[in-house]
T-cell receptor, first 114, second 111 residues
């Protein structure tokens, strides 16, 4: 157990639907990062939050949004789902920034869009 | 696009042999990190090397960094079946607050 908790572990949903992925960072970590991993694109950075505020944005689609709540857990919302959104979605956390610390990853949410 | 590229994409060796994986990157970095991922699971942080360091050890792992060549290597000595996994290098681009991952090297240790 890495200390980063992601739920659900698996999710199967239909095209056009909306889902919410949840992440609880390791105790004491203020930064949360979301990544998408697919076979053809590898690990793609989506978005970072630090202590409730958005800090960096990557290749995140407009159909996707995220937020970090006062208790530091984060949610990634994916809407108008397409087949191509099927992937592993990882959340990672770090104490502050990533400059001096590595990430602690959760075990991921496997999203299948049918 | 990915910042780093690992080489080789796949590596298969016998148990007990050493495994070497290489990583190249494109722009100046603050640090470079290596991660391991067992099939379909979360990534595990292995080691971090700062841009002013040239070599770092952790157990059976040895990482080198050559900033002039923009490259790093990960050496796993005396490999074990449990080392079978994908290995990713990731770097923090100067001025950014995120890790950028390469495509990974798939390592298979044959008993």
């Amino acid at each position: 157990d890495s200390g980063v908790t992601q739920t659900p572990k698996h999710l199967i949903t239909a095209t056009g639907q909306r889902v919410t992925l949840r992440c609880s960072p390791r105790s004491g970590d203020l930064s949360v990062y979301w990544y998408q991993q697919s076979l053809d694109q590898g690990l793609q950075f989506l978005i970072q939050y630090y202590n409730g505020e958005e800090r960096a944005k990557g290749n995140i689609l407009e159909r996707f949004s995220a937020q970090q709540f006062p208790d530091l857990h984060s949610e990634l919302n994916l809407s108008s789902l397409e087949l191509g959104d099927s992937a592993l979605y990882f959340c990672a956390s770090s104490p502050q920034g990533v400059l001096v610390y590595g990430y602690t990853f959760g075990s991921g949410t496997r999203l299948t869009v049918v | 696009s990915q910042q780093g590229e690992e080489d080789p994409q796949a590596l298969s060796i016998q148990e007990g042999e050493n495994a070497t994986m290489n990583c190249s990157y494109k722009t100046s970095i603050n640090n470079l990190q290596w991660y391991r991922q067992n099939s379909g699971r979360g990534l595990v942080h292995l080691i971090l090397i700062r841009s002013n360091e040239r070599e770092k050890h952790s157990g059976r792992l040895r990482v080198t960094l050559d900033t002039s060549k923009k490259s790093s290597s990960l050496l796993i000595t005396a490999s074990r079946a449990a080392d079978t996994a994908s290995y990713f290098c990731a770097n923090v681009i100067q001025g950014a607050q995120k890790l950028v991952f390469g495509q990974g090297t798939r390592l298979t240790i044959n008993p």
